[in-house]
Structure formats: C-alpha cells, structure tokens
C-alpha cells in the first residue's frame, strides 16, 4: 500500500467525479456505476501491467479488452507512432496513397490464408465486419444473385456494435434491444455451445444451406473461439464443414478473425487450426498492437473482380480515417514486432502454463468446464441462480487486491492476456486466479 497523499488523492477524486458526472461507460449499468463503482484511475501502462493514480500495479488479464497483444507501450511500437506523427498523421485514402498503408497491405496478404489478396481498411473490429457484410451484399445484388440478402450467424456469436453487426451476432442480451431493426439472419445452433455436439451443429448447417441458400450473401461466424459469448472454444473441424458446404452453395464465408487473428489462439489466425480459408477475414484489435484503432477487411480476387465494370459497380464506402497512416505504420510496426522477437514461437510455452493453470481449478467445487487454447483460458462458475454473475465480480474484486484486472464475461473468468507476457508476470497472474477464484468458490 502507498502513503496517502492528499494531492494526488483530491486529483484522483476530481476525475472520478467528472467522470462519474459526464462519461457512459460501454457494456455498464450507470446506475450502479455510479452508486458503487470505484473505478481505476490508470495513469501509465507498461508491458502487462497497469498504473494506477494511488500508485497501484494491476496485470491486465485481458489486454485491455483484447487488443493490446504486445502489451502496453512497445518502445518500437510507441517509435513508429511518434514518427509517423512527425511526417503526416493523417490524409485521406481517396486518389492518394502512402507508405504504411501500401506496405501494411502487402505484409498482411503475404501472412493471410491463401486466395486473399486484396485490402480494405477501417477503423476497428465493427467497421471490419461491417465492410465484409457490404461487400457480400453489393457483390451478389450486381452480379446476378440480388436475393441473396440475408446471412446465417452462430448463436453466441459476436461482431461488434454497428446494426450490421448486431444483426449477424447472437448474443441475445446484445441484440434483444434492436431485434426490430435488424437485417435477415438465420442463426444456427454453434458447436461452441454447451450441448451442441459437432456433428448436429455441422447438420443445421447443412440443413438450413439446402434449404435458404439461394437467399444467403454469407455465413459469418468467429473461427475456433467464440470470444464475448464466454470464450467458447469448438472442434476446427466445423470450419472444414462450413467452408465446404459453402463451396457446395456457392456462398460467401466471412471470417471475424478481431479476436482471435495475430495469434490468440496460438497460429496467426484461428482459421489456420483447420487450413480452411474464408472468402472474407476480419482483423482488428491485435492487428494495430492495441495502439489505436485500426482494422482491415481482406478479400479474394473473385469478391475484389465483382465491383469492376463501370462506376456504378464501385463500393461506395470508406471512413474518414481509412487507411489511416498512424494506424497503418502502427500495424506494420507490429507485423515487423512479430517477426524479430518471434512472437508466435513463443506461445506454446505460454498456453501450457495458462493450460495448466485453468485444469488445476477443474476439481473446485463451483467450477466447471475449464478450457483453454493458446493465450486464452477460462472457466465457468456455477452455482444458484441469481448468484452466478455476482461470483464473477466477485472474483474480480479478489482478483484486484491481489493486483489484477479480472473482468469477467458474466458467471465466466478468463484471462487473455498479452502474447509477450514475461513468464514471471504470467505466474504472477496466473497465481491470483487461482487464489481468487478459489476464494471465492470456497465461500
Ligand atoms: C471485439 C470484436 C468485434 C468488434 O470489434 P470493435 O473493435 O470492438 O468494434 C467484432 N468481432 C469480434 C469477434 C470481436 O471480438
């Protein structure tokens, strides 16, 4: 514990109640936020870890909501930004180009699944997904399919926040509000949910393509690892079904790789598990370090060909900051990052210890269905109703005194913390959500 220091504290306590008088917080209850939550004031950031204004260090078990893959402030990424900013931070992408974005495009396409060849850049995971749902509408409305209006989702899917987005997710809390409002989706059982085997998950697919095909733009889902619906991790098997039934129907297959690319689960993308490659894939979070906000759409010549031919047929999309080039030297930055300090070699070490870690807590009684895959674990916590998403924020609080940012997803613990967590500061973590979650399951 720090001294008090009154200064400090009555600047502390001024932000929090500015904040608390101005700022809505995303995914939060303000109500309650603002009766009983005692956030964190950070004040610096560095490798996995978290500063804040009473002087405390957290280890940030979530990368700060995904993104920050070479944790907080990489010197070679806080270069590339300072120089980029010194020569331009921004133009547009329209009749212009530049260095970070032409190159960034190259790098990209030379790491991504075979067959995509071509970049379209936006400004975070939502608008990434939003763009590969334009692109599969727009193709087939002027090359000769124009009913294929609608899409097949996963439930417990999640693709970000634009009505696009919300239409193709299903995560019913998310989506319940706006379901009036919503594009055609068709969603199908996932095989990341709890009692849905492979096999009937592959057959709905299967089933629901024989019959809707010829009104389907695409199928969109999250390769291998359904993040915000609780870190569901299914048998890469069903990419090989989806990709072939979507060959068989001649339908688009969108991959929203915003969480799971660059490495999460261990190869760069969760499509590769399965060697399956998508007509469409979504990056974002890890794709610019978690500097800032910066994502790409990569498609296949087929899609990029289908919008030549005349003006009409261009696509007439693209926002403000497309192409960004503080984003894009940001991004090539951390492709270059990946290379010279080996960063996915360096994973597999990491999964064992965050494996082994997650199973050890298997045998507590209010814990089940550990899992874990590359540089994600997690674990549910039963219990009664009405207790279960309590216990999660319960365990966040333990988790915060022993100096770690918990949040959990619900009645669900994870971590997923930065790929170059040092070892020690991955044990160190590890270590406090054994204790906590143990803590609180004992209770
Ligand atoms: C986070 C996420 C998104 C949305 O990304 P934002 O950058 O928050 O807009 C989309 N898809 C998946 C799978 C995600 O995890």
């Not at 995303?26 to 005692?38: E, G, I, K, L």
């Not at 608008?127 to 209006?149: C, F, M, S």
């Not at 629901?208 to 999250?222: F, M, N, P, S």
């Not at 669900?412 to 973590?429: G, H």
Request: net charge negative; glycine share 10%.
């Amino acid at each position: 514990m720090s001294r008090p220091d009154p200064d400090r504290d009555s600047a502390r306590d001024r932000i929090v109640a500015l904040d608390k008088r101005r700022v809505w917080h995303p995914y939060t209850a303000m109500d309650d936020y603002a009766r009983r939550v005692d956030p964190l004031v950070i004040v610096r950031a560095e490798g996995a870890r978290l500063y804040d204004a009473d002087g405390r260090s957290y280890l940030d078990s979530n990368s700060s909501w995904w993104v920050a893959a070479l944790g907080h402030g990489h010197p070679r990424l806080v270069a590339a930004l300072t120089a980029q900013a010194r020569a331009f931070p921004h133009v547009s992408l329209a009749g212009v180009t530049h260095a970070p974005a032409a190159e960034l495009a190259e790098a990209v396409c030379a790491l991504a699944p075979p067959g995509l060849e071509h970049v379209f850049y936006s400004d975070d995971g939502s608008t990434a997904v939003e763009v590969a749902l334009k692109l599969a509408l727009q193709y087939w409305g002027q090359n000769g399919r124009p009913e294929r209006q609608a899409f097949v989702g996963l439930a417990g899917g999640f693709h970000g926040e634009t009505l696009g987005c919300t239409a193709v997710s299903g995560v019913e809390l998310f989506r319940q509000p706006f379901a009036g409002a919503l594009a055609e989706v068709f969603h199908v059982p996932s095989p990341g949910e709890l009692g849905v085997s492979l096999d009937h998950a592959c057959d709905a697919l299967a089933e629901l393509l024989a019959r809707k095909a010829d009104r389907i733009a695409a199928v969109v889902l999250e390769p291998v690892v359904q993040g915000a619906a609780g870190m569901r991790i299914y048998d890469p098997a069903y990419l090989r079904v989806a990709r072939e039934l979507c060959d068989r129907h001649d339908v688009f297959l969108v991959a929203d790789e915003v969480f799971t690319g660059y490495g999460r689960t261990g190869p760069m993308w969760a499509c590769d598990h399965a060697g399956v490659a998508p007509d469409l894939l979504c990056t974002a979070k890890g794709f610019s370090g978690g500097m800032l906000p910066m994502a790409a759409t990569l498609a296949t010549q087929r899609l990029f060909e289908g919008f030549h031919g005349g003006a009409e047929r261009a696509f007439y999309y693209g926002h403000s900051f497309c192409g960004n080039p503080l984003g894009a030297a940001v991004a090539l930055e951390v492709l270059r990052i990946y290379e010279d300090q080996k960063v996915l070699a360096g994973i597999p070490a990491k999964a064992e210890r965050i494996a082994r870690c997650f199973t050890a807590l298997e045998s507590l009684p209010g814990v089940a269905h550990t899992r874990s895959l590359g540089m994600i674990g997690a674990l549910d916590l039963s219990g009664a109703a009405g207790y279960l998403e309590q216990a999660g924020w319960r365990v966040f609080e333990e988790a915060r005194r022993r100096g770690a940012y918990l949040r959990p997803l619900g009645n669900v613990v994870y971590v997923t913390p930065p790929l170059v967590i040092p070892d020690d500061d991955l044990d160190e973590l590890l270590g406090i959500v054994s204790e906590s979650v143990t803590a609180v399951a004992a209770a």
